[in-house]
C-alpha cells in the first residue's frame, strides 16, 4: 500500500448517536464529526438562549505527572502553570523557540503532582511530541490519554440548571475555569466550567464506554429547556462571535503571543526559563514600541459573507487579512475577524472594506468581542 494513501477517519464514541440523529458528518482533522444535525443558525440560537449538547472527543488530551510535573509545563508552556492551583484551569500557549505559536491549550491541574493538558484535534500530535521532548531531564511524565476520554460539552444560560439535575457536586461553587471530579448521572466525570462558545456551560470528560449513557442523560434532562445537539459548524459561528481565536486562523506558528494580542498569556515573571523566553522577549518590546498588525473585528453593511484569507482594504492599500468570517445569527449580519495594520485598527475607524471577488465590500472595525454574555 502507498505511504501517501489517506488514513482512515476516528471516529468518537458517539458516533453511531450522531448517525441515528441524522447528522451531517465532515472530516475534521482526521474525525469523522458531526458538523449539524439540521439548521446550524438554530443550533447557534439554542445556545445562546437555551442550551447546546456538542460531542468534543476529538479534543487531545495529555497527562503529565510526577515530581516535577509543575517545572516540566513551566518550561514546556509560555504561562505560570505551577501557579495553578489544585482544581483550577488557565488557558495558556505552546510556542516554538522562535516564539512561533504551536497550539493554544487549556491545562487543567487535577491533584498535586498532576495535570491535563488539552489540545487542539488538529495539533494533538505535535504537542504531544514537543512535550515529550521538552520533559528530558525532569522527573515527569507526559502519557497520551487521547483513547481514555470522550469530552461532552453543555453549553448555553440553561445548562446549570440541565446539568444540576443530574449530579450532586456543587455547581454553583465551580468557578469559571475552574474543574472538579463528580458523578453525572451514574457516569464519573471531570466537570469543568470551560466552553468555547462564549456561554455558560461545561465540559464533561468521561470514559469512552459511558459517553452515550451520558449523552442520553442530558438529551433527557434538557428536553423541556430546549436542549439540542450541535454541531461543529454552529460552534465556530459561537465562537467567532466571542472574539474567541481558532488555531490555524487567528494562530499559527507564524505568529506570536503579542502578535495576536495575547501575549497576556506569557508570563515572564515565572520561576526558571522557558522554551521560546528570548524570542517572546523581543516580540513583546517590538509589540510595545511599533505595534504589529492588530486582531480586531469587522461588522459588514451589506449581506456578503468574508472568508479567511479574503484583503482587507482603505484607500485601494492593502491593509489586512481576514482570518475568520461567518454570518453572526445573533447580529444578523456578516462578521469577520481580520489581522490589520495598527493605522486602521481603531474602532470607527473609516474607509477599511473588504475585497471580495474583487468587490470593495464596506465594514465596520468594532473591538471585539462581538457578542458578551450578561453576566
Not at 501517501?4 to 451531517?24: E, F, I, K, Q, Y
Not at 520533559?135 to 448555553?156: H, P, T
Not at 446549570?160 to 455547581?171: C, E, W
Request: net charge negative; charged share 20%.
Amino acid at each position: 500500500m502507498s505511504s501517501s494513501a489517506p488514513r482512515p477517519l476516528r471516529h468518537t464514541a458517539l458516533d453511531a448517536v450522531h448517525r441515528a440523529l441524522g447528522a451531517t458528518m465532515t472530516d475534521f482533522a482526521g474525525w469523522d464529526m458531526p458538523l449539524r444535525y439540521g439548521s446550524e443558525r438554530d443550533e447557534h440560537i439554542a445556545v445562546r438562549t437555551r442550551a447546546g449538547l456538542f460531542d468534543l472527543s476529538h479534543m487531545g488530551e495529555i497527562t503529565v505527572t510526577g515530581p516535577q510535573a509543575a517545572a516540566l509545563l513551566n518550561h514546556a508552556l509560555v504561562g505560570n502553570i505551577a501557579s495553578v492551583g489544585v482544581g483550577w484551569a488557565r488557558y495558556t500557549m505552546i510556542c516554538r523557540e522562535d516564539g512561533g505559536i504551536l497550539d493554544d491549550l487549556i491545562v487543567y491541574r487535577l491533584a498535586e503532582a498532576e495535570y491535563m493538558v488539552v489540545a487542539n484535534a488538529s495539533n494533538a500530535q505535535v504537542v504531544l511530541d514537543a512535550l515529550t521532548e521538552r520533559a528530558a531531564g525532569f522527573d515527569a511524565e507526559v502519557r497520551d490519554d487521547r483513547d481514555n476520554y470522550a469530552l461532552i460539552a453543555v453549553q448555553g444560560p440553561e445548562s446549570p440548571g440541565i446539568l444540576a439535575s443530574l449530579t450532586d457536586a456543587d455547581l454553583d461553587g465551580l468557578k469559571y475555569y475552574a474543574g472538579l471530579p463528580g458523578t453525572v448521572a451514574g457516569v464519573p466525570a471531570l466537570i469543568a466550567r470551560t466552553g468555547y462558545t462564549g456561554e455558560d456551560g461545561f465540559e464533561l470528560f468521561v470514559a469512552p464506554a459511558d459517553a452515550e449513557k451520558l449523552w442520553q442523560a442530558l438529551t433527557d434532562a434538557g428536553a423541556d429547556a430546549g436542549l439540542v445537539p450541535c454541531g461543529l459548524s454552529c460552534r465556530d459561528t459561537l465562537r467567532l462571535e466571542a472574539g474567541m481565536p481558532l488555531y490555524g486562523h487567528e494562530l499559527t506558528t507564524g505568529l506570536t503571543p503579542f502578535d495576536a494580542g495575547l501575549g497576556r498569556v506569557v508570563k515572564f515573571d515565572k520561576e526558571g526559563d522557558f522554551v521560546g523566553r528570548e524570542a517572546l522577549l523581543a516580540a513583546a518590546e517590538r509589540a510595545a514600541s511599533q505595534p504589529p498588525r492588530v486582531l480586531v473585528g469587522l461588522v459588514a453593511d451589506g449581506r456578503r459573507v468574508p472568508r479567511a484569507g479574503y484583503p482587507v482594504v482603505a484607500g485601494g492599500e492593502l491593509i489586512g487579512e481576514v482570518t475568520s468570517g461567518a454570518p453572526s445569527p445573533t447580529l444578523g449580519k456578516p462578521v469577520a475577524m481580520a489581522y490589520v495594520d495598527a493605522a486602521h485598527a481603531a474602532p470607527g475607524t473609516p474607509g477599511v472594506g473588504v475585497d471580495i471577488r474583487g468587490r470593495h465590500e464596506p465594514y465596520e472595525v468594532v473591538a471585539l468581542p462581538f457578542y458578551k454574555r450578561q453576566k
